[in-house]
Nanobody
Framework: VQLQASGGGLVQAGDSLRLSCAAS????????MAWFRQTPGKGREFVAG????????YYADSVKGRFTIFKGGARNTIYLQMNSLKSGDTAVYYC????????????????????WGQGTLVTVSS
């Protein structure tokens, strides 16, 4: 199973950017998926997650109201629409897949997720 993330780049504060993550295996139709981000010297931070059905979405407080996670029609692709970007959003963004309990505290832990993409760099200049 492979996840391929793309869409990162250099933007200015206030701009928008959309990240994509495509899964190579159709079995991921039935996996929950998420975006994490990481800055140098820190662990990966949970950003947003979506259930396998696409019906339920969860966000870190820092991105609520600005970011939207959603699944594509084929359900093996997820997107992260990022609006009103801030310099603090600068990070390498990773997509992840697994079968998780979004109501549990472990959803924000890297160890909870089984599959990871390679990361895509988002740089927001102020």
């Amino acid at each position: 199973v492979q996840l391929q993330a793309s869409g990162g780049g250099l933007v200015q504060a206030g701009d928008s950017l959309r990240l994509s993550c495509a899964a190579s295996d159709r079995t991921l139709y039935y996996y929950d998926m998420a975006w994490f981000r990481q800055t140098p010297g820190k662990g990966r931070e949970f950003v947003a997650g979506v259930t396998y059905s696409g019906d339920d979405r969860y966000y870190a407080d820092s991105v609520k109201g600005r970011f939207t996670i959603f699944k594509g029609g084929a359900r093996n692709t997820i997107y992260l629409q990022m609006n009103s970007l801030k310099s603090g959003d600068t990070a390498v963004y990773y997509c992840a897949a697994g079968r998780v309990d979004f109501e549990g505290a472990t959803v924000v832990s890297e160890a909870t997720w089984d599959y990871w993409g390679q990361g895509t760099l988002v740089t927001v200049s102020s």
